[in-house]
């Protein structure tokens, strides 16, 4: 009997790292994680990982063939195969994470950021197939971003290429430092923290009454300002249309550098809907030069929330076995 095709798929996280066994059609097989803030060296952290890969392949049965493993993690650098000085992650500069894989398995090993493996998943997997010329914008803790231009995932010249979650939305904007070491970054405005930072701003600036001034800064998060602007909440409703607003602008340089045929919004933020999508597009088409206009889709990514980060990172295998 002929064996299933698998490919692993890891999302590698500050805390957690989840794998999972996914065919080609995108179907996940197993998954299991291993913790990541256990492990204090790469060595040993990828030695863990890989016998845990195998023994989730031994017990998926003798009917499924691995063909490869997958990384996405944030500064993943497919270039070289490394991550480079990701701030959240155990193991600081350049980490030889393929490298390492290599030591254990000949099979092929790709790795690369989060952002760029969430755009080749919605490209298989998603709402971007058959589309040649679009863009992935991911909307968690921070911004990410991939581009996908005539087909192909842009990378550029060292493998870093698409990062406009740290391109300036107000140079020199004091009020907002980046975790990057820069100042006004998109990042800081669009993201699960930043609409935490504007709701603040505009509660210091406004005597009006909302339910969210009962909480701390600890406490209040981007679920909690979603459900309030939800119900009507006036201070939460302002947060999101500036929140929108930001990242309209910003999707109208998008379009001029890359014009694509739509543009995708994935991640925590962007189960939001109406509340960031309605602003969002309205300040992008506002700021469209004329060619443009009416011509580019803002769409919700179709991946799953809870597997798309294992399905982009497997859909690296097939990409690069059809290479």
Same mark, same amino acid.
């Given at each position: 009997?002929?064996?299933?095709?698998?490919?692993?798929?890891?999302?590698?996280?500050?805390?957690?790292?989840?794998?999972g066994?996914?065919?080609?059609?995108?179907?996940?097989?197993?998954e299991?994680?291993?913790?990541?803030?256990?492990?204090?060296?790469?060595?040993?952290?990828?030695?863990?990982?890989y016998?845990k890969?195998? &023994?989730?392949?031994s017990?998926?049965?003798?009917?499924?063939?691995?063909?490869g493993? +997958?990384?996405g993690?944030?500064?993943g650098?497919i270039?070289c195969?490394?991550i480079?000085y990701a701030?959240?992650?155990?193991?600081?500069?350049?980490v030889?994470i393929a490298?390492?894989?290599?030591?254990?398995?000949?099979?092929?090993?790709?790795?690369?950021?989060?952002?760029?493996?969430?755009a080749?998943g919605e490209m298989?997997?998603? +709402?971007?197939?058959g589309?040649?010329?679009?863009?992935?914008i991911t909307?968690?803790? +921070?911004?990410?971003?991939?581009?996908?231009?005539?087909?192909? &995932?842009?990378?550029?010249?060292?493998?870093?290429?698409?990062?406009?979650?740290?391109?300036?939305?107000r140079?020199?904007?004091?009020?907002?430092?980046?975790g990057?070491?820069?100042k006004?970054c998109l990042?800081?405005?669009?993201s699960a923290?930043?609409?935490k930072?504007s709701?603040?701003k505009?509660?210091?600036?406004?005597?009006?009454?909302?339910? &969210?001034?009962?909480y701390s800064?600890?406490?209040?998060?981007?679920?909690?300002?979603?459900?309030?602007?939800?119900?009507?909440?006036?201070?939460?409703?302002r947060?999101?249309?500036?929140?929108?607003?930001?990242l309209?602008?910003?999707?109208?340089?998008?379009v001029a550098h890359t014009?694509?045929?739509a543009i995708? =919004?994935f991640?925590?933020?962007?189960?939001a809907?109406?509340l960031?999508?309605?602003?969002?597009?309205?300040?992008?088409?506002?700021?469209?030069l004329?060619?443009y206009?009416?011509?580019v889709?803002?769409l919700?990514?179709? =991946?799953?929330?809870?597997?798309?980060?294992?399905? +982009?990172?497997?859909? &690296?295998v097939?990409?690069?076995l059809?290479?």
């Amino acid at each position: 009997m002929e064996k299933k095709e698998v490919a692993a798929g890891i999302d590698i996280g500050g805390t957690n790292t989840i794998f999972g066994l996914v065919d080609r059609e995108g179907n996940i097989l197993a998954e299991d994680r291993v913790i990541t803030s256990h492990y204090d060296e790469i060595e040993v952290f990828v030695a863990a990982l890989y016998e845990k890969i195998q &023994l989730c392949v031994s017990k998926a049965g003798k009917g499924i063939e691995l063909k490869g493993y +997958g990384v996405g993690a944030p500064m993943g650098n497919i270039n070289c195969g490394t991550i480079e000085y990701a701030a959240g992650l155990p193991w600081k500069g350049i980490v030889p994470i393929a490298a390492e894989f290599r030591r254990h398995t000949s099979l092929p090993v790709t790795v690369t950021n989060d952002a760029n493996a969430a755009a080749v998943g919605e490209m298989i997997y998603g +709402g971007a197939r058959g589309m040649k010329n679009f863009v992935v914008i991911t909307l968690g803790t +921070g911004l990410g971003s991939g581009f996908v231009i005539d087909g192909k &995932l842009v990378y550029g010249h060292a493998g870093f290429a698409g990062e406009i979650g740290h391109t300036a939305i107000r140079p020199g904007d004091s009020n907002r430092d980046c975790g990057c070491g820069r100042k006004g970054c998109l990042e800081t405005y669009v993201s699960a923290t930043g609409i935490k930072r504007s709701l603040l701003k505009i509660m210091a600036d406004s005597i009006q009454p909302s339910e &969210l001034r009962k909480y701390s800064f600890e406490e209040l998060d981007a679920k909690i300002i979603h459900d309030a602007a939800l119900r009507g909440d006036p201070l939460a409703l302002r947060a999101f249309e500036h929140t929108g607003r930001m990242l309209g602008f910003k999707l109208a340089d998008v379009v001029a550098h890359t014009n694509p045929e739509a543009i995708f =919004l994935f991640g925590g933020l962007a189960l939001a809907k109406d509340l960031i999508f309605e602003p969002a597009k309205e300040y992008m088409e506002e700021n469209l030069l004329s060619i443009y206009k009416g011509k580019v889709k803002l769409l919700a990514s179709e =991946l799953s929330t809870q597997n798309a980060a294992v399905l +982009g990172a497997s859909s &690296l295998v097939w990409s690069e076995l059809e290479a």
